[in-house]
Nanobody, 124 residues
Framework: QVQLVESGGGLVQAGGSLRLSCAAS????????MGWFRQAPGKEDEFVGA????????YSADSVKGRFTFSRDNAKNTVYLQMNSLKPEDTAVYYC?????????????????WGQGTQVTVSS
């Protein structure tokens, strides 16, 4: 089993920054990719971005391009989501997830493990 533990959420003013971390523990960890999703109250979950574990290639949703960056530290089994120029509409619970086998990183249904989520609140 793999456990994903997120940290770094909180309250920030519009225009501010936060960095989320997602650390994996458990079995030998070598996923195909790691994704970030978010869910705002009353809305469906939304793909934020993802990173391929081996190559480091990243994908970003259009809504966060130029503001959010994705990185990983393979030695620490940790991925990061750096969020800059935050907007009130970025307010949501953010989840990291691990996809073990090759698949479409935008598809939340293909992920095998999920973190517990961390709240990000951006005030105007």
């Amino acid at each position: 089993q793999v456990q994903l533990v997120e940290s770094g959420g909180g309250l920030v003013q519009a225009g501010g920054s936060l960095r989320l971390s997602c650390a994996a523990s458990g079995r030998t960890f070598s996923p195909y990719g790691m994704g970030w999703f978010r869910q705002a109250p009353g809305k469906e979950d939304e793909f934020v971005g993802a990173i391929k574990w081996t190559s480091g290639y990243t994908y970003s949703a259009d809504s966060v391009k130029g503001r959010f960056t994705f990185s990983r530290d393979n030695a620490k089994n940790t991925v990061y989501l750096q969020m800059n120029s935050l907007k009130p509409e970025d307010t949501a619970v953010y989840y990291c997830a691990a996809m073990i086998k090759v698949g479409v990183l935008l598809d939340s249904s293909l992920y095998d493990y999920w973190g517990q989520g961390t709240q990000v609140t951006v005030s105007s």
